[in-house]
């Protein structure tokens, strides 16, 4: 079966929608009679190729942004896998697969390559041993890998989720080093390929690492919807899905199991734009003693009910009120974390709640906001805001 993304199946829908049109146009003379059957054949054709040069569209700005990477994501096919109530959870015997690498690329972009395929032990034993050429390489560029990470407490499963190594990783001067985590959370609906593709992420850090204005380290990038083509909103949904505890707890399990990162929460923090900076700023609110700092870029503060999320909250306006962050700091403790929150002044709509976010931040929570003078809800207004980003992270991250 053809995938969603890719020329294969672009070029396929483009020639159907090409043909439609022709055939509209060779049929049209043939049918020109006011009979009642061909004014309707008429309207049929009107109607079929417009359906497909829609799709057409829809097809190509899908293979540009990445709404959905497969059939399943568009469609919801895949297997939703219910995590444990809060009842039934009990500590996570240690794990010998938390992660599992599908994939590999030297770089800071994923190009579908199997260089260490699914041994991930190469970190301490040495890149591949005996083969010197790639270890020079990974110590030079840094390594992509594809992963599906595995929740113990909760029994999600995330595919095609992904994992940079900066070169620091490969490199003798660090082999003692536990590394920091940054995760890193794409919008709704997206493809975590996006952080490399039109985001930059990997490219930007490897160069401000390269001038020193940032430390090295692992950056996991990772969609927060877990059931596609549902908005899960990094929420643990009552009788459902525990996205919030998957992420919270979940995901640095298998980070550190895996990789020689750092279990320290002054090492881990969050960064996402649009849906992920939601999260991201939702990790560190309500995992404080898993992560240390937060950016969220365009973000928003409570996730409302619609016809992507479905019921979050079971009906319960508590439990809303638990998950809407503004709400959590006029009325609890606010949590010893860092904060920073980007808008634009012109151009983008999340503005007024920022600003009325970061007027409610009290300590020990420390508030601080980037605003630009214009922007937009676009990657290029988060690739301008990313470097100083990364810098304030990096300013609040140890081993």
């Keep these: 079966m053809i995938g969603l993304t890719g020329w294969p199946f672009l070029c396929l829908i483009i020639a159907v929608a090409a043909g439609s049109i022709g055939g509209t146009v060779w049929l049209w003379p043939r049918l020109a009679r006011q009979r009642a059957s061909q004014i309707a054949a008429r309207l049929g054709l009107i109607l079929l190729s ?28 895949g297997h939703e896998q219910l ?19 599908t994939g590999s690329s030297f770089g800071t972009m994923f190009r579908g390559g199997a260089v260490f395929g699914s041994d991930v032990s190469f970190r301490l034993a040495g890149v591949a041993p005996g083969r010197p050429a790639l270890e020079a390489r990974a110590a030079a560029a840094g390594v992509v890998l594809r992963v599906t990470i595995h929740g113990e407490y909760t029994g999600i499963v995330a595919a095609d989720d992904y994992v940079f190594l900066p070169p620091q990783y490969f490199q003798p001067a660090f082999r003692a080093m536990r590394f920091p985590v940054i995760l890193t959370f794409t919008g709704y609906p997206n493809d975590p390929l996006n952080l490399m593709r039109l985001l930059n992420l990997p490219a930007i850090a490897a160069r401000l690492g390269a001038a020193g204005r940032i430390g090295p380290a692992i950056y996991v990038m990772v969609n927060p919807s877990v059931a596609l083509p549902r908005d899960t909103e990094c929420t643990n949904i009552p009788a459902g899905l525990q996205v919030a505890t998957f992420f919270g707890t979940d995901v640095p399990l298998a980070i550190e199991r895996t990789f020689a990162a750092t279990a320290s929460r002054s090492g881990w923090a969050a960064i996402g734009y649009s849906t992920g900076a939601y999260c991201a700023v939702k990790m560190a609110m309500l995992y404080p003693g898993q992560f240390t700092a937060a950016v969220g870029l365009s973000g928003y503060y409570v996730a409302d009910k619609d016809r992507t999320t479905g019921d979050l909250y079971g009906g319960s306006l508590g439990y809303r009120h638990e998950n ?22 012109s151009g983008e709509k999340s503005l007024p709640n920022t600003l009325a976010f970061i007027r409610l931040v009290k300590p020990p929570l420390s508030g601080y906001a980037l605003i630009l003078p214009r922007g937009g809800h676009n990657y290029y207004t988060w690739r301008r805001e990313l470097p100083q980003s990364l810098e304030w992270l990096s300013r609040r991250l140890h081993e």
Excluded: C, K, M
Excluded at 84 to 92: H, K, Q
Excluded at 324 to 345: K, N
């Design 50 to 77: 417009q359906t497909i040069l829609l799709a057409a569209f829809a097809a190509y700005a899908n293979d540009t942004f990445g709404f959905f990477s497969s059939w399943s994501a568009l469609l919801g096919t």
């Design 83 to 101: 995590a444990a109530t809060s009842s039934s959870v009990i500590a996570p015997a240690a794990s010998a697969t938390p992660l599992t690498v």
């Design 324 to 345: 809407d962050l503004e709400w959590r700091l006029t009325h609890l403790p606010a949590p010893p974390v860092s904060v920073l929150v980007a808008s634009s002044a």
